[in-house]
């Protein structure tokens, strides 16, 4: 036997640059910072909205500072791309089987597109 | 067989996953409206406010809130052992407190909107 098993180095800080797939897997993971932390934006402009109408006045002034702008777009495009990770696996997360088949991928992935589009436009034309 | 409460947890885990994946691009792109001023009567003080008021609008803000909230937390702890910290107990006490922290403020704020 032998007494030297051979052991492959791995960097733990970057391994994930080593393949394209690890890399993907990483954008995806690391898109949780972002919606970390824009919770906590959320939950600061609550808690303007419960201080009254000049706090939050100062909230929605902090969304258009330069900083609070690029947060905003950052985190559209960031959860933008989470978003379509999450639907295009979902036929891998959630096979539906009808009878013998399954129904296609493309068609459960579509339908999650649908369903965005729609809950998106809800959320949109609630406060206008 | 033995009992398990992982079901529960793995449920709101992937709530959180869903409820993030079909709103925060929305809810961002509202702030971002708010911060050009588009559509001066988009999203008022008043029309958010009376939403918050509403008991059902309550419940939707602080269940987006809180799958959100745990979720990323979660997911945070795994994102950090990925690149290369060895500190689980630590890193999870770290993202936890801030979810619950976050959660409580959450209620805090919504029980003093009326």
């Given at each position: 036997?032998?007494?030297?098993?051979?052991?492959?180095?791995?960097?733990?800080?970057?391994?994930?640059?080593?393949?394209?797939?690890?890399?993907?897997?990483?954008?995806?993971?690391?898109?949780?910072?972002?919606?970390?932390?824009?919770?906590?934006?959320?939950?600061?402009?609550?808690?303007?909205?419960?201080?009254?109408?000049?706090?939050?006045?100062?909230?929605?002034?902090s969304l258009r500072s330069p900083l609070g702008v690029l947060f905003s777009l950052a985190v559209l495009v960031v959860t933008v791309y989470h978003s379509l990770s999450w639907f295009i696996v979902t036929p891998q997360a959630m096979p539906i089987q009808r009878g013998e088949e399954f129904v296609p991928g493309n068609i459960i992935v579509n339908a999650h597109y649908g369903a965005w589009a729609v809950v998106s436009l809800i959320i949109l034309f609630w406060g206008m | 067989m033995a009992k398990s409460n992982k079901p529960i947890f793995w449920g709101l885990f992937a709530a959180g996953g869903t409820v993030t994946a079909f709103?925060?691009?929305?809810?961002?792109?509202?702030?971002?409206?708010?911060?050009?001023?588009?559509?001066?009567?988009?999203?008022?003080?008043?029309?958010?406010?009376?939403?918050?008021?509403?008991?059902?609008?309550?419940?939707?803000?602080?269940?987006?809130?809180?799958?959100?909230?745990?979720?990323?937390?979660?997911r945070l702890r795994v994102t950090v052992h990925d690149f290369g910290v060895r500190a689980d107990k630590q890193v999870a006490i770290v993202v936890y407190s801030l979810a619950g922290l976050g959660t409580l403020l959450t209620l805090i704020y919504l029980l003093r909107i009326w």
């Open positions: 036997m032998n007494s030297k098993p051979y052991v492959r180095e791995v960097s733990k800080t970057t391994w994930f640059l080593s393949h394209p797939r690890y890399k993907r897997y990483m954008a995806r993971e690391v898109t949780c910072i972002f919606i970390f932390a824009y919770t906590f934006l959320l939950i600061w402009g609550l808690g303007a909205l419960a201080n009254g109408p000049e706090a939050f006045s100062g909230f929605v002034e | 709103v925060t691009p929305a809810l961002a792109l509202i702030t971002l409206f708010a911060a050009f001023g588009a559509g001066m009567d988009m999203f008022t003080y008043e029309s958010i406010h009376a939403f918050a008021a509403w008991w059902l609008g309550k419940l939707i803000i602080f269940g987006v809130i809180l799958v959100s909230l745990w979720h990323a937390a979660h």
